[in-house]
């Protein structure tokens, strides 16, 4: 009698595969006048657009941030000024110039309609130094409870250089129609952490506010070059 034919072994289960990475969408906070910097008797229409090497500084910035997000956007309300940065501009959600956490909650909601399980990376347009890892350690350190993540270096805080998870947008529009507007304050209340950089050399997030610190920032870039 013919063997009986075996019924074939069942295939191993598939090893279950990773969650994949929320897309993190970066928005550069150009909202601020800038009256340290006097753009103007710099040849620029606004602080993000002074020359840093012969380019705007949000220009650097945007060099640092494009290869960490997937997308890119800049948070501002003279759309004009901003245009030749070749960016979407957000404006602020909140009237009044009422600063940096509008252009924030401008991003969140950008983020919640286009990426409802996204992230939103900010960096201010003067930062032209940012870390190549900035994304990746402000994930990996993003609280359980949902609040953001900001960095910080040589042991001070940089607020508005953060990842913001869409969780915290209904807080923050709360927060900011009462009239709050001091972004580490509401980065503590929103449960945030603090992620620390402790570079060897000059600090990753050395911000350009007035011509002398723009005089520094080029001595960086030339010693880098």
């Known amino acids: ?3 009986r034919t075996q019924p074939p072994s069942p295939a191993p289960n598939p090893e279950p595969s990773a969650t994949p990475a929320p897309p993190v969408i970066g928005l550069i906070l150009a909202g601020g006048l800038g009256t340290r910097m006097g753009a103007p008797a710099l040849g620029a229409a606004a602080k993000p657009m002074v020359l840093l090497g ?53 991003g969140l909601d ?17 930062t032209p130094f940012l870390p190549g890892d900035l994304t990746a350690r402000l994930a990996a350190g993003l609280p359980a409870g949902g609040g ?44 945030g952490a603090a992620i620390a950089w402790n570079p060897a050399g000059n600090d990753p997030f050395y911000n350009v506010n007035s011509p002398q610190e723009l005089e520094i920032a080029q001595s960086r870039l030339a010693a880098r070059s």
């Open 1 to 3: 009698m013919p063997g």
């Open 54 to 106: 012969g380019r705007p500084l949000a220009a650097h910035v945007a060099e640092r941030l494009r290869p960490q997000v997937a997308r890119l956007y800049v948070a501002g309300n003279d759309a004009e000024a901003l245009a030749p940065l070749g960016l979407p501009v957000l404006p602020d959600a909140f009237p009044g110039r009422p600063g940096p956490l509008a252009g924030v909650l401008a």
């Open 110 to 126: 950008r983020v919640a309609a286009e990426a409802p399980e996204g992230l939103l990376l900010t960096a201010p347009a003067d």
């Open 148 to 191: 953001p993540a900001c960095a910080a270096s040589f042991g001070r805080r940089h607020p508005v250089i953060a990842l913001w998870p869409v969780a915290a947008r209904d807080r923050l529009r709360l927060l900011l129609e009462a009239g709050e507007r001091r972004v580490g304050f509401v980065i503590e209340l929103l449960g």
